[in-house]
């Protein structure tokens, strides 16, 4: 059978609620599903005994009926002491297809758990997450240091064109990068639980089958022993997280971040940001869903909203004061100045930068880190040197340091009201250095 969508209805009826309510309200809701659903599921608690007759079985199974949804469960599914009932169901109209019903005994409610297994249908299975990162630990960081020290730099010292002499230095380390750091596939894991130790899986089970003996005796005993053990083992699982998530602290670079990663995982507070260029946005009050069109109003907007502020600004002020910048500066600034001597940079003074930046793996567009640049520092103090005092000299900047990552992130409004700029914010990423 190929696969289909169900629809899946929960319902809990209390049971001192006003029962023909309830009936007249359901029969509504069937009739609305019944026009763009044919498979259908119903479960939950309906406070209807079905181990015996009575008259509000027959009346739920009638209407039920009339919509081809039958009861499936034929089991108990509150058992207590010498008492068993069957308020918990599961109805279906899809008796065409094979299925089993069997209950599951939680242990967290006197209630047990219903599953139905259909057998013969056939589901999207979800991929498993790979990504690609770098493969960086001590080992390929020693080897990448390593194979470093024995560049010469002489590409770079036999040049003198800045762009040339900086476009050598990076191709040349980035290409040892490549090499000691390469592309790995990892899956990426769902482990939620990952403090769930083997010993406290064990005790679980050992929980699950006190209380099937407690459930079936009337032993004080038992229940006292299963609430003991109950105890006993919250105290270890608080234990076992409280130890976990020391350790995750301890062994971190940046500790507040950890912190606070750990609380949003307790408190479930996943962010979600809508990172990369929006799909469809409001531009000149129309929607838009053109790649094009998008990114060239965003480019439109970003290159003229100085000219346009200047514009607003110089219009609200009077007219014999409507200067431009430079035009301010040379009237006001007439006599010449001194010029200005920058001095070289030295090698001391570039390693004394380079120590001072945090351990971090965070990076630019060229997966460069702090974290190895600061272990790599002796090995390019001199040709950075090198570059930099080129760049002093000569006035000019390296274009390869003018890159930079934009991410349009979408700001906190309605998805139907996405407009240039008011709902987005950039972030920039550039080079380490």
């Keep these: 059978m190929q696969a289909k969508n169900y629809t899946i209805i929960c319902i809990y009826r209390s049971p001192i609620g006003d029962f023909t309510y309830f009936l007249t309200n359901l029969e509504i809701i069937l009739n609305e599903l019944d026009s763009i659903s044919n498979e259908l599921i119903i479960c939950g608690d309906f406070n209807i005994d079905y181990m ?3 008259s509000k079985k027959n009346s739920l199974d009638s209407i039920l009926n009339s919509f081809n949804l039958f009861s499936t469960v034929t089991f108990p599914t509150r058992i207590f002491k010498d008492r068993s009932t069957q308020i918990d169901n599961i109805y279906v109209n899809v008796y065409k297809f094979d299925f089993s019903v069997y209950p599951v005994i939680n242990g967290l409610s006197d209630h047990d758990a219903q599953i139905i297994a ?18 960086i630990d001590d080992n390929t960081i020693r080897n990448f240091v390593h194979q470093l020290s024995y560049e010469n730099w002489e590409n770079v010292f036999m040049e ?49 089958r006190l209380y099937l003996n407690y459930r079936k005796s009337n032993n004080p005993l038992l ?15 608080t234990a076992a997280k409280r130890l976990h998530y020391s350790k995750l602290i301890l062994q971190s670079d940046n500790k507040q971040k950890t912190t606070w990663n750990i609380i949003k995982t307790l408190t479930n507070n996943k962010k ?9 946005i409001n531009i000149n009050d129309k929607p838009s869903t053109n790649p094009t069109d998008i990114a060239n109003a965003f480019n439109a907007y970003f290159t003229s909203v100085a000219d346009n502020l200047l514009t607003k600004n110089f219009s609200e002020i009077e007219t014999t004061n409507n200067k431009d910048p430079i035009t301010y500066l040379r009237q006001n600034f007439r006599h010449c100045y001194s010029q200005i001597n920058l001095k070289n940079t030295t090698t001391h003074e570039i390693n004394k930068i380079i120590n001072s930046m945090k ?17 790599s520092a002796p090995f390019i103090l001199s040709p950075l040197t090198y570059i930099f005092n080129k760049v002093l000299s000569s006035g000019i900047f390296p274009d390869r340091l003018k890159y930079s990552e934009i991410q349009p992130l979408f700001k906190k409004s309605k998805k139907t009201d996405r407009k240039l700029p008011t709902h987005f914010i950039f972030t920039f990423l550039f080079k380490n250095y």
Excluded: M
């Design 52 to 54: 015996k007759e009575n």
């Design 118 to 135: 259909f057998t013969d249908t056939s589901t999207c299975n979800p991929k498993q997450s790979i990504s690609l990162t770098r493969k």
């Design 160 to 208: 003198e064109d800045v762009n040339i002499i900086y476009n050598n230095f990076i191709n040349t380390y980035v290409r040892i990068f490549n090499t000691n750091f390469p592309l790995v596939k990892i899956k990426n894991s769902q482990n939620s639980k990952p403090w769930l130790t083997k010993g406290i899986k064990i005790s679980c089970v050992n929980k699950r």
């Design 223 to 237: 229940k006292k022993r299963y609430k003991r053990y109950c105890q006993t083992l919250s105290k270890v699982i």
């Design 272 to 280: 979600i940001l809508h990172t990369g260029i929006p799909t469809n």
């Design 359 to 375: 351990n971090k793996t965070s990076h630019g567009y060229d997966e460069i880190s702090d974290k190895i640049l600061r272990a």
